[in-house]
T-cell receptor, first 113, second 115 residues
Framework: DAGVTQSPTHLIKTRGQQVTLRCSPK?????VSWYQQALGQGPQFIFQ???????QRGNFPDRFSGHQFPNYSSELNVNALLLGDSALYLC????????????FGPGTRLLVL | AQKITQTQPGMFVQEKEAVTLDCTYD???????LFWYKQPSSGEMIFLIY??????QNATEGRYSLNFQKARKSANLVISASQLGDSAMYFC????????????FGSGTRLSIRP
């Protein structure tokens, strides 16, 4: 049974570019959450997707957007990249009915130059 | 405000000793969950232990136990008989059930086990 997978593992972009990160949830899970973890800090909640809609959002600007597909996989898009967007981006999947059990993927390390 | 505070940025412990990692939380929710995660250098968040706010018994999972003191709003992690493989970042986290999707993390404690 595959756990949560994310791609790519590492990414280097320049300021002003756009990036798309991908997440496949654990088999059977229907809910995907995204977190940003800056160096030396704890993860910060970006948003959560359920039934292909954004259900809750953290304190992130509109440059951060997402999508969930019918197979429950998800994408995180960041436009107009800033140096401060450099971070580890973590995806977590869960069952909508069991939010206390969120399984995390290995993350995507984004470096913005 | 919903907040998790971890006051120990780093700790060194001798192998086979027990270690306690501190965590305090702040929430106005009556119903919430508390977690501890381990994050090795690879980056993946590994779930260790969960405690619900209405659970009367402290949670235990193998060598991990959560010392839950509700009146003090603390949720310390105790690792018994530490091993070299326990060296990692440890995050305390909370899910307030009024906003059931969002996990709030502390700033973490880096634990280093000495042989």
């Amino acid at each position: 049974d595959a756990g949560v997978t994310q791609s790519p593992t590492h990414l280097i972009k320049t300021r002003g570019q756009q990036v798309t990160l991908r997440c496949s949830p654990k088999s059977g899970h229907d809910t995907v959450s995204w977190y940003q973890q800056a160096l030396g800090q704890g993860p910060q909640f970006i948003f959560q997707y359920y039934e292909e809609e954004e259900r809750q959002r953290g304190n992130f600007p509109d440059r951060f957007s997402g999508h969930q597909f019918p197979n429950y996989s998800s994408e995180l898009n960041v436009n107009a990249l800033l140096l401060g967007d450099s971070a580890l981006y973590l995806c977590a999947s869960s069952l909508e009915a069991s939010q206390e059990t969120q399984y995390f993927g290995p993350g995507t390390r984004l470096l913005v130059l | 405000a919903q907040k998790i505070t971890q006051t120990q940025p780093g700790m060194f412990v001798q192998e086979k000793e027990a270690v306690t990692l501190d965590c305090t939380y702040d929430t106005s929710d009556q119903s919430y969950g508390l977690f501890w995660y381990k994050q090795p250098s690879s980056g993946e968040m590994i779930f260790l232990i969960y405690q619900g706010s209405y659970d009367e018994q402290n949670a235990t999972e193998g060598r991990y136990s959560l010392n839950f003191q509700k009146a003090r709003k603390s949720a310390n992690l105790v690792i018994s008989a530490s091993q070299l493989g326990d060296s990692a970042m440890y995050f305390c986290a909370m899910i307030p059930y009024s906003s059931a999707s969002k996990i709030i993390f502390g700033s973490g404690t880096r634990l280093s086990i000495r042989p």
